[in-house]
């Protein structure tokens, strides 16, 4: 088996492809990785975890969005290498894959994994993937239910689609955290009430509600600190929200962090504001560990929050009531904790990488017919 990934930093494609490589028989499967460099070092941190996972690891350097010289490498590597399946987890890892096998006897899965479609450009991508590339594949894995309409509104008949929730195995935590990395901020005393977001800074994910109902709480409770963890095309946004609405001692961007369980070893709640999601690997690992979690109900999010039983619900783009629940949150401490006891007991019966390896598994002998 091999996986092939156009890598920008730890995210959920890469935490699938390192769960899979973990934990997936040994004796039945070798599975490999090929991860597609720009030159600009962001696979670096996947290709490390999965060295240090016991997995095969390979690079080609790819040079702009159609690279020739790197199509024809990557099919003489599944030739020499004998590959029975290949694994894609992205739009350009799906079409540099099938361009390299055409005529092969090498079947094909992707991943959809929910991308942002937060440009012009990127809609384009993944329309063209959506309507050209996948019909190619003998099997689409989308990580939610949510996903599945979407898959089946274009040209991928649906026998060609199967749902495969994403599965935590939270020792990836200890594999992609070895970094030092300086603590995050915590004004004061260790008293203070820490809710954070993380994730990429993307407009769909929904900062923009968090900073409101923060900042309507801030006058409220003196002694609660938010952060913003994670980077991309909106931080610089964000942070003229922040100073606009006079937080900018109370919340702090921290950039990307490595060291996830540093992380949640630093934070009281979670929030997921988003408009769009899947099933965030960020909210698996935060239940978890034991933090309560306030999700927008998007995605497959409902299947694993149940309003005040496993976490706090609230409606996509509501500023309002992600104020009402944070309050919940800070004056109710024992139910907030006992939704965290629950939470973390829901993910390991239901959400286990066992789960979704084993799934997998069966999809890729039923292609290779073993």
Do not use: W
């Amino acid at each position: 088996m091999l996986h092939i990934r156009d890598s920008g930093g730890m995210f959920g494609g890469e935490r699938v492809i390192l769960t899979l490589g973990r934990n997936m028989d040994r004796e039945a499967f070798a599975c490999s990785l090929m991860c597609m460099d720009r030159g600009d070092g962001r696979c670096g941190p996947l290709m490390a975890a999965a060295e240090r996972s016991g997995i095969s690891v390979s690079s080609m350097r790819v040079r702009g969005r159609i690279d020739l010289p790197a199509i024809r490498f990557l099919n003489g590597f599944i030739r020499e290498h004998k590959i029975d399946l290949i694994h894609t987890h992205d739009f350009k890892s799906d079409f540099y894959g099938v361009l390299a096998t055409q005529g092969m006897r090498v079947k094909r899965v992707a991943t959809a994994h929910g991308s942002t479609r937060d440009s012009f450009v990127k809609r384009l991508y993944l329309l063209f993937n959506e309507n050209l590339v996948y019909p190619r594949f003998d099997m689409v894995i989308a990580v939610s239910e949510d996903l599945r309409p979407r898959l089946e509104g274009r040209r991928l008949q649906p026998e060609k689609i199967r749902v495969i929730q994403n599965g935590l195995d939270i020792g990836l935590l200890d594999v992609c955290g070895r970094d030092h990395e300086p603590r995050l901020p915590r004004p004061g005393n260790r008293d203070r009430r820490v809710f954070a977001v993380i994730g990429r800074l993307y407009p769909d994910k929904g900062h923009t509600f968090f900073l409101h109902a923060f900042e309507t709480l801030a006058h409220e409770f003196p002694d609660i600190t938010g952060l913003i963890i994670g980077d991309g095309p909106e931080r610089e946004r964000i942070q003229s929200s922040i100073r606009a609405l006079g937080i900018e001692e109370r919340v702090f961007c921290c950039g990307v962090r490595k060291n996830m369980r540093l992380v949640y070893d630093s934070i009281d709640y979670l929030v997921i504001p988003s408009l769009t999601e899947g099933l965030p690997y960020v909210m698996l690992e935060a239940m978890a560990c034991g933090i309560p979690v306030l999700a927008a109900a998007v995605g497959d999010i409902p299947l694993l929050v149940s309003d005040g039983l496993t976490g706090y619900l609230v409606n996509p783009g509501d500023a309002t009531g992600l104020t009402r629940r944070m309050r919940d949150l800070i004056v109710m401490p024992e139910a907030a904790q006992a939704m965290a006891q629950e939470g973390g007991r829901l993910v390991n019966e239901r959400f286990s990488a066992t789960s979704m390896v084993g799934k997998t598994q069966e999809l890729y002998l039923s292609l290779i017919g073993r």
